[in-house]
């Protein structure tokens, strides 16, 4: 038999999520595409819901993830803050320690 274990990991803040894996997603989308609107057809998901992701992280965190520019001659913007990037990184580092440890309590199955 082959076993699979399954979880998702998400970070809230006063019952609103801050991050989470698809939040993580878009943020990176938006650092590799320099604006919400490339991101979010990257993503393959609708302007408003990208929108309402990113004002639900900027809302919940210490800090702006996002710095936002309006559209114009160029075309708007939005590129991710310092902090903004620390999120990705120690969220990813959450997440890849969770499967590590998650990995080890199914082995003890595996081994039953």
């Not at 399954?6 to 970070?11: A, E, L, N, P």
């Not at 609103?16 to 990257?42: N, P």
């Amino acid at each position: 038999m082959s076993y699979k274990i399954k979880s998702r990991i998400w970070i809230e803040c006063n019952e609103h999520v801050l991050l989470g894996e698809g939040r993580v997603h878009l943020l990176k989308a938006i650092d590799e595409a320099g604006s919400l609107s490339k991101a979010a057809k990257a993503l393959n998901i609708s302007y408003k819901k990208a929108w309402g992701l990113l004002d639900s992280v900027n809302k919940s965190a210490k800090k702006p993830v996002t710095i936002n520019s309006t559209g114009g001659k160029g075309g708007g913007g939005a590129e991710l803050t310092e902090y903004g990037k620390s999120l990705i990184r120690v969220f990813d580092e959450i997440n890849q320690n969770c499967w590590k440890f998650l990995d080890k309590q199914l082995a003890k199955i595996e081994n039953l």
